[in-house]
């Protein structure tokens, strides 16, 4: 058994990461700003990675990470302001990290993060960066989009509501997703922060320098057709209808830099994970 510390440890991906490290019988830490209701098999540490005082910010991480083994970072900023986890945030977690003596830290990101101009992959981009000029060894994890991920298009609360309430379903045009689990993700962050391979993938130097993994999911799918499936497992009536995603993400996902066809091993299909719903 090891200890593994969890920053972002209670979100979507942090999540399946905490469960998956408990169940291969490693203690867990995690950290994150607000203590979740259920938290099985982890110990939580309330910590805001951007509050003001960055000495104790430190302190706090420190005493989360000492005797632990590994850090994992699955933190998330999405607005201008929060994205500074991944710069000030990933600064202070690896500081903190080499303080208290960790051996090893791993870092969630996004396949082609460094390809797009989109403010929120340049962000991430620099987390890359900050990790592998860090003072403990770093591995990269990168993942293709998550199954959950197209819900920001398809589900009928999406940033796309206007669309929903004309009956439409919609999806974003020209795009093809190489979607993944977030369990087998969490299974790549564990090996990684075992010492092994995540799934297999042997880390190669990325662009940050880093050793770095890209791990996508079993099967390229069109995204209207995965619109399509959604409907079905949502007993939804709306058409799905393709719409233009606009700015450098747009341009990002329609030239398929997200894809990584080489890299399928992820276990679970998008229409296993929508059936298991
Ligand atoms: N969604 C996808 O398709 C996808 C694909 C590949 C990679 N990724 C990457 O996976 C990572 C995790 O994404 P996710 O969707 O799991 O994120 P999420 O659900 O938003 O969870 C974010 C976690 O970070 C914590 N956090 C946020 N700000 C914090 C702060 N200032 N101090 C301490 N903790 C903080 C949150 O807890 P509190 O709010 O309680 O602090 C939460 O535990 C991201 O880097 C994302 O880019 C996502």
């Known amino acids: 058994m090891t200890t593994i510390a969890v920053v972002g440890g209670t ?23 607000r203590r979740p209701e ?10 805001d990675l951007l509050a003001d005082d960055a000495g104790q910010v430190g302190d706090a991480l420190a005493a989360v990470f000492d005797g632990a083994d590994a850090v994992v970072d699955a933190s998330n900023g999405m607005s201008p302001q929060a994205q500074a986890v991944f710069t000030t945030g990933a600064r ?10 960790v051996g090893r830290v791993v870092v969630l990101s996004i396949a082609a993060v460094d ?22 060894p770093a591995t990269v994890v990168r993942a293709t989009q998550f199954h959950e991920f ?44 075992e010492g092994a391979d995540p799934l297999g993938v042997a880390p190669a130097p990325g662009p940050s320098g880093a050793p770095t993994a890209t791990v996508g999911g079993p099967e390229v799918r069109d995204a209207r057709s995965m619109a399509r499936a959604w409907g079905r497992a949502h007993r939804s009536r709306r058409l799905a209808v393709g719409v233009p995603l ?32």
């Open 246 to 277: 606009p700015g450098p993400l747009g341009e990002f996902f329609r030239a398929g830099r997200h894809l990584v066809p080489g890299g399928a091993v992820g276990a679970t299909t998008y229409d296993q994970w929508l059936a298991g719903r």
């Open 92 to 101: 202070r977690v690896a500081e903190a990290a080499g303080r208290a003596g």
């Open 115 to 136: 390809e797009s101009a989109y403010a929120y992959y340049r962000a991430h981009a620099e987390q890359e960066r900050v990790y592998a000029a860090g003072p403990v």
């Open 38 to 47: 259920h938290l099985d098999g982890a110990a939580h540490h309330a910590v």
């Open 11 to 33: 979100g979507q991906a942090g999540r399946a990461v905490v469960h998956e490290a408990a169940g291969r019988g490693h203690d867990v830490r995690v950290v994150s700003r």
């Open 150 to 193: 197209l819900g920001i298009f398809f589900g009928p609360d999406s940033r796309l509501g206007a669309w929903s309430r004309l009956g439409v379903l919609p999806y974003p045009r020209g795009c093809r997703f190489q979607t993944i689990d977030v369990r087998d993700v969490a299974r790549a962050l564990v090996d990684a922060a």
